[in-house]
């Protein structure tokens, strides 16, 4: 089982649709996480780290279930340039940083 | 404001001969990985050092060797490539591993014949 895991997708919605991305991690021992943005054939970028307490960035609210090991990232109001891969990304702590494969979203007109 | 630059950008090897990849980061970090991604696959974490003057392994190691050369650089050497190296490698760098926040160079794309 992988220690992170994301449904690769694609999620092909309409512009200003809502749609949301799970990830769920393996290990309970996690401390941090976050997602990232990847344009295509581009670098990853940090979207959002995720809070216990859940945070929001305008259209983006990002969540943490502890007892579920899992987060999710919820994009309102999706807008065109929003079409990119999402990665979560898990962190133990040290230099312990796993990256899920991503999930890759495209919005279409 | 540059932030991390990799060289070369694309590069293609045959089979058995070695490379050297680039990396230089001007934001002062002290921390600098070197990852591949392969498609499927989330980044995976080759070598990375914690700060100037030391470096460990990640989780795919094996066939490549790094140098801390300063605080700026961070190479990443590749001795007799193979085509299970074919790969998009990245490097970056943080201000400390207690932070969420990797900064990317734009990568770079090997391709092993």
Redesign the interface.
Known sequence: RKEVEQDPGPFNVPEGATVAFNCTYSNSASQSFFWYRQDCRKEPKLLMSVYSSGNEDGRFTAQLNRASQYISLLIRDSKLSDSATYLCVVKSGGFKTIFGAGTRLFVKA | NAGVTQTPKFQVLKTGQSMTLQCAQDMNHN?M?W?RQDP??????IY?S?SEGTT?K?EVPNGYNVSRLNKREFSLRLESAAPSQTSVY?CASSDS?NT???F????SRLTVL
Do not use: I
């Open positions: 921390s990985y990852y499927g696959m989330g980044l995976r974490l990375y914690a460990d990640g990245f591993p969420g926040e990797l990317f160079g734009e990568g």
